[in-house]
């Protein structure tokens, strides 16, 4: 696999995950979901030296979610091994399950658009700084499909069931300033300052007992969240049984086409 796709480094006991699509807005194919499961999974590993890690975006976007023409759109199977992965995580994402279980605090530095499971992945960041630039959106709903389990756990957790509601069942993006009033993010800054300001809030988190740290996350996970692998199957299930649907079908011919589309309830 080429190492383009998701780039890596470390400063500092910090690990920078950085997706690398910009010509695709980072969109995810299978390639970039198997390099950012490993780099998650690496940084966790027993005798890593890694104490946070921060995942951004090369160019204009964060994340645009998943490849529409590669998965959705049917130009790509499955490869076997992440097939064999999703098996092993009990129908979870795989890259969901190594964020959602690892004990390494993430921060997302969101540096443009987040929509689809882009949003999903800034969700399962411990702590969310934003450019100006970036925009937020739960937009399964107009592909006729179900959000990830963190859209369904996290979400709400974070800005209230309502609004929660409001974000998936319309597909609304939301800038930036509007997500860091209703609590989605916790810093907003302007766009130069993004990197740098992640950086600094990784830093102080590395300048801690690292296994104290990682104890509060475990904590948190333990007395806030939901069984993700139980909701992560059921989500997976879902969306299966939902892109079987004319109304799924037709969510992906009008975005590859550049049209509205037209649901039938079907």
Known sequence: MSEDVVKYEERDYIGVITLNRPAAMNSLNYQSY???EDRVRAASEPGADVRVLVITGEGRAFCAGDDVKQILG???????????????????????????YTDIPVIAAVNGPAVGWGMELALMADIRVASKKAKFGELFVIRGLCC????????AQLVGRERAAELLFTGEVIDAETAERI???????????????ALSIAAKIAGNPPLAVQTLKAGLRRTLEPDWRATGLWASQQIAALRKTEDSKEG???FLEKREPVFTGR
């Open 34 to 36: 198997l390099e950012l």
């Open 148 to 155: 990830d389990a963190p859209g369904l756990g996290r979400l």
């Open 183 to 197: 609590g989605l993010v916790s810093h907003l800054v302007e766009h130069e300052d993004l990197l740098p300001t």
């Open 252 to 254: 992906v011919a009008a």
């Open 74 to 100: 049917g130009g790509q199977a499955a490869p076997a091994e992440f097939a064999e992965r999703a098996r092993r995580s009990g129908g979870l994402t795989p890259a969901a399950d190594a964020l959602l």
